[in-house]
């Protein structure tokens, strides 16, 4: 089984917001940073699948050089390695940053084979703006599953299940 998580550098929940002087962004030179905390999520499902089933666990960041640090955290939790879209600090667009991914997604398939999972995060904690994994799904022709609690995976098949209203 070979998993990918695609994971967001945002500001540390619980820190000090500052805005710039123009007020147009998030002042960071003294901000901490961490993995996107709904992403923590698909890299903690990651390393959990690979464990119990076998195979290689990947994860995907598309940022900053400092990025390398979310990158890091996750080796640390266990997955196998890592890949880093280095990008200049803009902030990119869901359509951008989904095409980005898309073809990172396909050089690494061309190399080494198919990823059976891709996770991503439901929103990322900065913007919410919940359309980059469904944008990739779409771009790679494979089916998307949104607001999971659980996977498991057994004869061939993932079940995915998610919560509700009502239970």
Not at 85 to 95: A, C, K, M, Q, S
Not at 115 to 123: C, K, Q, R, T, V
Not at 153 to 165: F, H, L, M
């Amino acid at each position: 089984m070979k998993v990918l998580v695609c994971v967001k550098r945002v500001p540390m929940t619980g820190g000090r917001i500052v805005l710039t002087e123009d007020e147009q962004a998030i002042e960071t030179k003294h901000l901490g940073f961490a993995v996107s905390p709904h992403e923590e999520y698909g890299v903690e499902e990651a390393v959990r699948l690979v464990e119990q089933h076998g195979g290689e666990s990947v994860v995907l960041t598309l940022g900053v050089a400092e990025a390398e640090e979310q990158l890091r955290d996750a080796m640390a939790i266990g997955i196998d390695r890592g890949i880093h879209l280095v990008t200049d600090g803009e902030e990119w667009d869901p359509e951008a940053t989904a095409g980005a991914i898309v073809e990172a997604i396909r050089a690494d398939e061309a190399a080494s084979g198919p990823f059976d999972l891709i996770f991503f995060g439901n929103e990322s904690a900065d913007s919410g703006g919940y359309q980059v994994g469904l944008r990739t799904a779409y771009a790679l022709g494979r089916p998307c599953a949104t607001g999971l609690k659980s996977v498991v995976i057994a004869a061939g098949s993932a079940r995915c299940e998610q919560e509700v209203g009502g239970g």
